[in-house]
């Protein structure tokens, strides 16, 4: 499975695992909360916010999906 990469919101280079994405939702601006299927402390769900709206955060996961499966 390809990683896509983004930079968090302290501009670090962070990977995503498109399989692992449970949703993008916006919390601000430019600025979109990742939430995956794996549970953290306290047993609720990872999430990291990254920049970028989430129609280009949804863009960049969709298309490495797409290319995964072709």
């Not at 919101?9 to 962070?14: F, G, Y």
């Not at 430019?30 to 920049?51: K, M, N």
Request: charged content about 10%; cysteine-free.
């Amino acid at each position: 499975m390809a990683l896509v990469g983004f930079k968090n919101t302290t501009n670090q280079l962070v990977y995503i695992n498109p399989a692992q994405v449970l949703y993008v939702t916006t919390f601000e601006a430019d600025v979109s909360i990742v939430t995956f299927a794996v549970a953290g402390q306290g047993g609720g769900p990872v999430h990291l916010y990254v920049r970028g709206s989430v129609d280009l955060v949804q863009s960049k996961l969709s298309a490495t999906m797409s290319a995964a499966r072709s």
